[in-house]
């Protein structure tokens, strides 16, 4: 089967980031104007024509100037916020290729325009409060017959104050998301460090699991909507009898039902309304973020006075204008009905089904949670559901279709040979460009528009790789691993047979990495380091970041490995803008990342 990479980052957040950082001495493509404007520029010189698709906008023709050559728009003016935006270049989506920051998803890519506030902070700025941090985590689940993964948010005290334990929420992305989007687009641990830096919410963990982990499994036949039914689903018996488990031995946790939330926003919201219904021995505190979930649970709704008294905060949120509204209303209504007390916020400003409501309504509940007196003053002022107008929108399984069509799978692995697809139904041609090949590959087309090529024998490399359309360059749309690389940010082919790829040992000792975003630099440690242990130092390549030589070198996963085969000794790993003493290795010695891997492992066996 597929597994992930399994180990343990740790994400220090020493430094403040912005939005959407522009790439230093080169044309910013997105400039907020004086006016609450903003002004889109984007350079191609073979397209035909281009669209700019922004949440606060909606999708408008851009055009080209004569003389300079770029397609421009100015939009708005929009309300200071964090907003998704991708171009349409001749028919193809794509990212903004000089906006570094963008949202992680399975699927569809957007840059992210964060538009500040004349006025003083938003709710997920980066302010100047102490910060926590964000560790990725991989585990190994019984449930899935391999590896998961999970990021975790551990407050300002936790690394200081050794004694103390902490609740947890269990906080869950939507449809398509990853385990990251909460963190990189949520903005949870701003939002988290703002509101306990004031007072007004307690210190707690926060768990964003990966909501899909269907997808890491063999893909099925026919696979295409996401399932909506939990209970005992994959994603359940993970959560609660590998993750849990799993964030409790690593963690100063608190694990009584007191000490736990769960909840999350769309089919996150679903899976963690079902999941905290079907447990309330284990969670006292349940939100739901633009969602609803089954009216067939049994003995809590025919229960309705035992389920409140167990049930701290039942919270839902949702926009008017949101495709889901009229579902979640209905939902709200049969708590009514039932007599079991839920809160209901309803927004009208915030573009419906969208990120600016997750953020708002965070910003809402985080205060009410541990907190069993703010929690029941809020319980005992619930309002009744909105009345029906009449014009909602049903959720049908028709609308799921429609939302989420049969994915393509790109790449497939099949053997030792790979796979690559890109739809572009009204492209003349379609090039596939990798690390491995001097040149560009044709691919061919189908009768549906899907662009395909096999590539022999690669099933056992990591490497980058992007499709050229007519002259425009495209990460691969289906592949949700990307290279953190500076501007144009191209697609990771993991090599599921690469020996540093898959994990065979649960029991592997994993290091930890550490970036330190205000220096631009990393550092790898291992769990048996002793105090003397030869460091090796990594030089970040000109197109690089920090996370490159981790997330496409694999030079944690890599380490992890041969230290616990007997090959390396325990070490220290530092990523670095210029070389240390010692062993060092510069990303810019070497053409491609196939050949940096390749001296990456000599160096590690050297130590």
Known sequence: MKKVKRTLWTVCLGALMTACSQPTNEMQST?????????????????????????????????????????????????????????EVDGVSIMDPMCNEYFPNEGFKNSLLNIPSPQGALIHDAQEVPHGCMEYVHYYSESLGGTNTAVVYLPPSYNTDVEKK?????????????????????????????LIAKGKAKEMIVVLPYGNPNKLLPVQPNQGMPMTNFGQDVFSN?????????????????????????????????????????????????CSYSSFTSTQIPDVYDNAEQTNQQIRLLWTGVGTDD?????????????DQKGITCIKEYTDDKFGHTWMNARYFLDKTLPLLFNPEASEEAMNQATPTKPKKGDEQPFTPGVMARLFPKPIISPEYNGADVTFRMKAPNASTVTLEYELSDKPLTMEKDSNGVWSIVLPNVADQIFCYHFNVDGTQVCDPQNMYLAPEKGFKRSVAYGMQNKYYMFTSPKMKHGTVCYHYAEGTAEYTHPDTPEDAPTLTLVIGKNDTAESWMKIGNANSMADRLIEQGQCKPCRIVVAKEAGEGICLKADDFSNWPQRIEALEKALLAL
């Open 238 to 286: 993970d959560l609660v009898n590998d993750l849990m488990p799993f964030i409790e031995s690593r963690y100063r946790t608190l694990n009584d039902r007191e000490s736990r939330a769960i909840g999350g926003f769309s089919r996150g919201g679903n899976q963690g309304l079902s999941n905290g219904l079907h447990n309330l021995d284990k969670f006292a505190y349940l």
């Open 31 to 87: 400039v907020v104007n004086e006016d609450g404007t903003v002004t889109f520029r984007y350079q191609n010189n073979h397209a035909e024509e281009v669209f700019v698709d922004v949440q606060f906008a909606g999708k408008h023709k851009m055009t080209r100037d004569s003389i300079t050559g770029l397609w421009t728009i100015t939009l708005g003016p929009a309300a200071p916020d964090l907003y998704p935006y991708h171009y």
């Open 166 to 194: 902490y609740p947890v929420f269990y906080l869950i992305s939507g449809t398509t998301d990853t385990e990251e989007v909460y963190y990189k687009v949520g903005k949870i641990n701003y939002i988290a460090d703002n």
């Open 323 to 335: 495709f889901l509204y009229g579902t979640a209303r209905d939902y709200t209504e049969f708590l």
